[in-house]
């Protein structure tokens, strides 16, 4: 899939080890304020104290709070499809796609905060950012697709394209789900949490209600 093209967050410095620098130190700072507080609610001199500089100096990176947010996601997804490589992508097995699962729900487990920000907040993206944020998603997703594809192609599962990607969107979005629903999901820990969902995803709701009435 072709991403839309990246957009540029302007900065007086020229230095690009010292941008990367603080850059990092403004997106940490920013996903602990607006997982607190949310975008909106969140102001850059907060941003500014929580990456250890003044607000003077933060605007020397950035121009807008709107810049700040774009960053904090552009990194976030970077961060978890560059993890995401680690699945095993040619398997065409039911275990395989299973331990593709489990890989996936385990960076989100790693990078609760950031997922949190990132589903919170993405919709606060400008228009010129959030179809190139959004891209980068589909790009993961499209991973998901190719694990089930190749489970299809070997006559492990048969399902159309449309199945095939609902059940991909499903997978990223139960994966999300163990960030943003912690809340409600504190009797389980991050294997029990993937062992059930997969049986879920994999089996389908009524299969799984049959096998349990059944006692298996």
Known sequence: MRLENKREVQSSVKDERLIEMRRDQMIKGAVSLFKQKGFHRTTTREIAKASGFSIGTLYEYI????????????????????RLH????????????????????????????????????????????????????LEMVEM????????????????????????????????????????ALRDYDIDQYTNRQTELLLKGVRGYQTAVNKGE
Request: hydrophobic share 40%; with cysteine.
């Open 63 to 82: 121009r807008t709070k709107e810049d700040v947010l774009y960053l904090v996601c552009d990194r976030i997804y970077d961060e978890v499809r560059v």
């Open 86 to 137: 680690g699945m095993e992508l040619d398997g065409g097995t039911l275990q395989a796609l299973s331990r593709g699962i489990a890989h996936y729900f385990k960076v989100v487990d790693s990078m609760q905060d950031e997922v949190l920000v990132m589903y919170q907040e993405a919709k606060s993206l400008s228009k010129d950012a959030l179809p190139y944020v959004l891209k980068k998603e």
């Open 144 to 183: 998901f697709e190719t694990l089930i594809q190749k489970c299809v192609d070997e006559g492990e599962l048969v399902m159309g394209r449309e199945e095939i990607h609902l059940l991909a969107q499903n997978i990223f979005v139960q994966g999300q789900m163990w960030a943003f629903r912690r809340w």
